[in-house]
C-alpha cells in the first residue's frame, strides 16, 4: 500500500512562506507507480470541512488551486524522487489547518475528486 509522508509544516507569521513536502512510496496497492497517480493537497481546519486547495496532474502539466489560494500557492512534483510539493507564500490566518497529501483514485477525473491514499497529516499555524 502507498505510503504518504508529509514534511514541513509549523509555525510562521502572517505573511510568511512555507514549503509542505510529501513523500510517497513508490508503488500503490494496484500495484501502479506513484507517477500514476494525480496528487492533491487537502487541509482541514477544526470546524471547518475539508478543502482540496491544491492538485497536480500525474505529468505535472496540469494543476488546479481552490480559490482561497490562487495566487498565493504553488504545487510542483518531482517524479524522479516521488514528491510533491506545496509553496505557500503571503499566508494568512485562515490558512491555519492540518494539510493532507493524497494520491487520487486513477478514475481519469480532472481535476480529481476521490483520493485514495492519504498521508497523516502536517500542521501548518498562521500567526496573526
Known amino acids: 500500500q502507498v505510503q504518504l509522508v508529509e514534511f514541513g509544516g509549523g509555525l510562521v507569521q502572517a505573511g510568511g512562506s512555507l514549503r509542505l513536502s510529501c513523500a510517497a512510496s513508490?508503488?500503490?496497492?494496484?500495484?501502479?507507480?506513484?507517477?500514476?497517480?494525480?496528487m492533491g493537497w487537502i487541509r482541514q481546519a477544526p470546524g471547518k470541512e475539508r478543502e482540496r486547495v491544491a492538485a497536480?496532474?500525474?505529468?505535472?502539466?496540469?494543476?488546479s488551486y481552490a480559490d482561497s489560494v490562487k495566487g498565493r500557492f504553488t504545487i510542483s512534483r518531482d517524479n524522479a524522487k516521488n514528491t510533491v510539493y506545496l509553496q505557500m507564500n503571503s499566508l494568512k490566518p485562515e490558512d491555519t489547518a492540518v494539510y493532507y497529501c493524497?494520491?487520487?483514485?486513477?478514475?481519469?477525473?480532472?481535476?480529481?475528486?476521490?483520493?485514495?491514499?492519504w498521508g497523516q497529516g502536517t500542521q501548518v499555524t498562521v500567526s496573526s
Open positions: 497536480i496532474s500525474w505529468s505535472g502539466d496540469r494543476s
Open positions: 493524497a494520491a487520487d483514485d486513477l478514475s481519469g477525473r480532472w481535476p480529481p475528486v476521490s483520493f485514495n491514499y
Open positions: 513508490e508503488r500503490t496497492a494496484s500495484g501502479r507507480t506513484f507517477n500514476s497517480h494525480a
